[in-house]
């Protein structure tokens, strides 16, 4: 009998479904037919993780790269060992200047003749001094000896908030709609990652190493981004709050506090390639001619953020339990999109309120200089085209579950593990293999069909092509895809279950501890 057949036909969908996420199957793949280019024959018809980090749309994937990025978070966060090429790195030089010399939103690069505009560095008055230390060649944190003479190097944990903007009921939403600044509120998230990028420049001038960071961006109650953060290294809070209160971003963009264009929107004049006004014909200002007003000396940022006043740090130190809890603190929100702080079948009416009229702040405002929104302010967005539309601009940053943050929720510096997600992800892989290996037991052929694998005259042997199958109308083909994926992946953990416990059977007992001595902890638990 099959291994498919042993599976009941009868089985329920919404079982099925259960029985796969409970075993780590993706419950919506995407389907692949493989196709021998020597024969022309169909080899195998293939479901492929869909990939998803959202554990709405899958929650198999979005945990397993959860756990991903946990691996990561772990590998960096108390290294030892700098990278070889830390002195002649580029790409690890920070910008201690406080405002752009030179915007990368003015200019293609096209024309290396044209004049760079060029602004003061000058900081505003209204925030305080970085203090300035010299700078060391390291990314790993300094030892330190407690008065035992035991030696430590620990790291941190960092948690920075933007400010307030009204007063807030305790389930996040303001106890003054109509006081309640969302319009603020609104552009910080669309800019929050800029202003994280300019916080771990100057922490990097202040802490006197080239200090490297795991983050995650994650949404408060009052759906209000803020981030957390493992740091390699410590610093005193006394420079953390330093840093904090001096930094801050200046966005310069053109004005855009009160739209233009409300019920009649620009058109599209094909003759002239770009957009004019829907009543006398004339040209919008393109982008750069509204950005060269903001090089004026008199001209004023569209846009200033800072961080709030709630800092949070705490050290950390390796091997332990609560560095290993902390880790999953970290990323325990990474399956959720920023939206779902309230849960969408729990959420209350006035919840609901406030996250509706956050969202249409967020819909209309400009996300970049390529928005169409910019047509509400009588500019043309750079690189128009025809069809665009205020208000539909398809960037992650109006999407109702991203509230303004269209960027990464995972912010990684360059040094921090000295591997790409990638290679994390084969070593978690390779684990499995070697514990198979060694039990005597044949690791599955993940390459048997892969793209690089070559016929006689050095081609590709096989050809991947879309099915066409879709999961949603195609139920009986998901069906029998999924009931064959929960057979092999039954086998494949009966198989490495096996492989585990033949090892540990197969090691000879450690008598060499002592009979009264505690059991040493693992390392990563």
């Known amino acids: 009998m099959s291994t498919e057949s042993r599976v009941s036909p009868v089985v329920p969908d919404e079982l099925l479904r259960h029985t796969a996420e409970r075993v780590g199957i993706c419950v919506r793949p995407v389907i692949r037919r493989i196709i021998d280019n020597e024969t022309g024959e169909l080899v195998a018809t293939v479901p492929l993780p869909c990939g998803s980090t959202r554990e709405r749309a899958c929650r198999p994937c979005a945990t397993k790269a959860r756990r991903l990025r ?14 070889a090429d830390l002195d002649d790195d580029p790409a690890d030089q920070t910008d201690d200047s ?67 903007y009204g007063p807030v009921h305790k389930d996040g939403t303001p106890k003054d709609p109509a006081a309640y600044d969302y319009r603020r509120a609104a552009l910080d998230a669309i800019h929050f990652a800029k202003l994280i990028d300019r916080f771990w420049q100057n922490l990097r001038r202040c802490a006197g190493y080239k200090v490297q960071y795991f983050a995650a961006v994650e949404p408060q ?14 610093v005193t809070r006394d420079v953390l709050r330093q840093v904090v209160a001096a930094t801050y971003h200046q966005v310069w963009w053109p004005q855009h506090d009160e739209p233009v264009y409300l019920d ?46 709630q800092i949070d740090s705490q050290w950390f130190i390796p091997g332990s339990t609560r560095t290993d809890r902390r880790i999953g603190y970290l990323c325990k929100y990474l399956t959720k999109s920023i939206a779902e702080v309230y849960d969408p079948d729990e959420m209350s009416p006035r919840q609901r309120r406030h996250l509706r009229r956050l969202h249409a702040e967020v819909r209309w405002l400009p996300c970049s200089p390529e928005c169409p929104n910019w047509l509400r302010y009588a500019i043309t967005p750079k690189d128009a085209e025809p069809g665009m539309q205020p208000g539909h601009c398809p960037r992650p940053a109006h999407a109702l579950e991203n509230l303004g943050h269209g ?20 070593d978690r892989a390779a684990i499995v293999r070697v514990a198979l290996a060694e039990a005597g037991m044949e690791p599955p052929a993940t390459n048997r069909w892969a793209a690089d694998q070559t016929d006689a005259t050095g081609a590709p042997r096989y050809r991947w092509e879309p099915a066409g199958i879709d999961p949603g ?45 505690p059991e040493p902890a693992l390392s990563g638990t």
């Open 407 to 426: 960027g990464q929720r995972v912010l990684t510096s360059r040094d921090w593990s000295g591997k790409t997600l990638t290679e994390h992800k084969a």
């Open 70 to 83: 946990m691996d990561q978070c772990r590998a960096g966060w108390h290294r030892t060992d700098d990278p």
């Open 221 to 234: 109650r009052r759906l209000t981004l803020h981030t957390h953060a493992a740091v390699r290294g410590v």
């Open 98 to 164: 406080d405002s752009d010399p030179a915007d990368p939103d003015d200019s293609d690069g096209s024309d290396t003749s044209a004049p760079v505009h060029r602004r003061s560095t000058r900081r505003l008055p209204q925030f305080p001094p970085l203090p300035v230390v010299p700078m060391e060649h390291r990314t790993v944190g300094r030892e330190l000896a407690s008065p035992n003479g035991k030696v430590y190097r620990p790291s941190m944990f960092v948690t920075l908030t933007l400010p307030s």
């Open 473 to 517: 109308s195609d139920l009986e083909t998901y069906r029998v895809i999924l009931r064959r994926q929960l057979a092999e992946r039954r086998r494949w953990q009966h198989e490495y279950e096996t492989a585990k416990a033949s090892l540990a059977a197969a090691r000879p007992p450690n008598d060499t501890r002592s009979a009264t001595a």
């Open 264 to 309: 009649r929107l620009p058109t599209w004049d094909e003759r002239a390639e770009a957009y004019v006004d829907p009543d006398d014909g004339a040209l919008l200002p393109s982008w750069e001619q509204a950005t060269d007003k903001t090089y004026e000396p008199d001209a004023e940022p569209a846009h200033l953020l800072w961080f709030g006043e």
